[in-house]
């Protein structure tokens, strides 16, 4: 996921919101409207979206950058997986004033040994825009009951120049040693 890190802070204005919607894999267009109720004055973005069928065993999605993160917490206007309430950073851009880069991803298709658990490993690093990795986190080990799994987490990312970085995650399932990278 790429993330900017900024050392100044501009104040904007911003609508964030988050919906689920099942797609089959394929090449979308989403238009979104929008209109302030006091001026009624209305504003109209479109963007393309490619909606991708999850492949490789095990199976990761993107990392969602946000804000803020919270373990629990009762349905949310953002978005609220698998227990974990997920407050967007939609300009996935993070300053002195915002130097928490909050992150949620899940993995699919992990297997199940013969006592029914799942184990895996992941890490996580951050790499400029030419790939050079400058930063890497230890790896987490974890076992479940599920094939399907959610992580998030958080790091501060204030002693980071300005400019833009890259997040990525790797996950290996320690029951196939199979790994795969997002």
């Known amino acids: 996921k790429n993330a900017t890190v900024k ?6 204005n911003q609508f964030v919101d988050v919906f689920a ?6 090449n979308y267009s989403l238009k979104v409207n929008v209109t302030d109720k006091n001026s ?4 109209e973005y479109t963007i393309d979206l490619i909606a991708t069928e999850f492949s490789g065993i095990p199976a990761l999605s993107k990392i969602q950058l946000g804000t803020n993160i919270e373990t629990k917490g009762d349905k949310s206007n ?10 967007p950073n939609a300009s996935n851009t993070f300053t002195v004033n915002n130097p928490i880069m909050y992150f949620y991803f899940e993995c699919y298709k992990l297997t ?3 006592s029914g658990n799942s184990n895996y490993s992941y890490n996580y690093y951050i790499s400029d825009m030419n790939g050079k990795r400058l930063k890497k986190y230890p790896a987490r080990n974890k076992s479940g009951k599920s094939k399907t799994i959610a992580e998030a987490n958080g790091i501060n990312v204030i002693a980071l120049q300005n400019g833009s970085y890259f997040l990525s995650v790797e996950l290996k399932d320690l029951n196939t040693n199979e790994t795969s990278l997002t």
């Open 78 to 87: 953002f978005s609220l997986k698998n227990n974990v309430k997920i407050y």
């Open 112 to 114: 199940l040994n013969d």
């Open 7 to 12: 050392n100044s802070f501009n104040v904007t």
């Open 40 to 43: 009624n004055k209305t504003g």
């Open 21 to 26: 919607v099942d797609l089959n894999p394929g």
